[in-house]
């Protein structure tokens, strides 16, 4: 059931825009594909499914570092709105419901010094290992948004 389930998602988001959760279990319903709102989320994370403009997209899982770093700095300098420092903790606020597009595309770079990501809908958690770490990687992130072209 899962894996025709995760069929089913990939199938409606590709010819269609989907923007919600909500919408996306309608439209699973409509197949009689009965999925929660936990469910989904765990699908949309395992199929990496993000949410953009357009509605949601599944990211391609063979990309280079180079795209990907390209799709993260394209995103960052779109939605980030914000970047707070806090103990060994990064915050990093979003439009809304884009939290989750680039906390994916950030985790897709891997960077060593970030030891995980949790998103909200307008707010990511970046946990580094200490405060000196989440400093530099909060500067790393200002780089980016500078070299965008956005202060």
């Given amino acids: 059931m899962k894996s025709f389930r995760h069929g089913q998602i990939l199938k409606l988001i590709r010819s269609r825009g989907i923007f919600t959760q909500e919408e996306l ?3 699973l319903k409509e197949l009689s594909v009965d999925a929660t709102q936990v469910t989904l989320s765990r699908d949309m994370r395992e199929l990496g499914i993000v949410k953009t403009p357009e509605g949601y997209r599944q990211l391609g899982r063979e990309v280079s570092s180079e795209t990907s770093a390209l799709q993260f700095a394209t995103l960052a ?3 980030l709105r914000d970047i ?7 915050v990093l606020k979003t439009a ?3 939290a989750s ?3 994916v595309a950030l985790d897709d770079e891997e960077w060593p010094e970030v030891v995980g990501t949790l998103a909200g809908d307008d707010t990511i958690l970046l946990i580094c ?3 000196k770490t989440a400093g530099a990687v909060r500067n790393r992130l200002m780089k980016i948004l500078t070299e965008s072209g956005r202060k």
């Avoid at 707070?84 to 990064?90: C, G, K």
């Fill in 25 to 27: 279990a309608r439209a």
């Fill in 77 to 79: 300098s779109e939605f």
């Fill in 84 to 90: 707070r420092h806090a103990q060994n903790q990064v």
């Fill in 96 to 98: 809304p419901g884009h």
């Fill in 101 to 103: 597009s680039v906390a």
């Fill in 129 to 131: 290992p200490d405060s």
